[in-house]
């Protein structure tokens, strides 16, 4: 089974910054793709980053220069630090996982994997 837990959310003014973090099991954590993605009141899913099998990252454009990816495999844990934050990344936030795809994976592709978390709600206030 699949379990992953999230945890860092929390309320931050614009132009702070959160870490998130994700716990999976070492079964999960070296047999799946990994990422994560958010959802805000009345909008859809957005994947927001993702590490694929190799190791190479993808990040929403949304994000991108601001947020980063990263993992500690001793931990089993998938981290995603959020630098610059601005009201627009309010939102929860899921820690999301899925089998290798055939093709490189994106970050938008985080929004459909079969796998997430409970969420942690992150809060970013002008």
């Known amino acids: 089974q699949v379990q992953l837990v999230e945890s860092g959310g929390g309320s931050v003014q614009a132009g702070g910054s959160l870490r998130l973090s994700c716990a999976a099991s070492?079964?999960?954590?070296?047999?799946?793709?990994m990422g994560w993605f958010r959802q805000a009141p009345g909008k859809e899913r957005e994947g927001v980053a993702v590490?694929?099998?190799?190791?190479?990252?993808s990040y929403a454009d949304s994000v991108k220069g601001r947020f980063t990816i990263s993992q500690d495999n001793a931990k089993n844990t998938l981290y995603l630090q959020m630098d610059s934050l601005k009201p627009e990344d309010t939102a929860m936030y899921y820690c999301?996982?899925?089998?290798?795809?055939?093709?490189?994976?994106?970050?938008?592709?985080?929004?459909?994997?079969?796998?997430r978390g409970q969420g942690t709600q992150v809060t970013v206030s002008s």
């Open positions: 999301a996982a899925d089998l290798p795809f055939h093709a490189a994976v994106v970050a938008a592709d985080v929004a459909d994997f079969d796998y």
């Open positions: 070492e079964y999960t954590y070296s047999r799946y793709v």
């Open positions: 590490i694929d099998s190799d190791g190479s990252t």
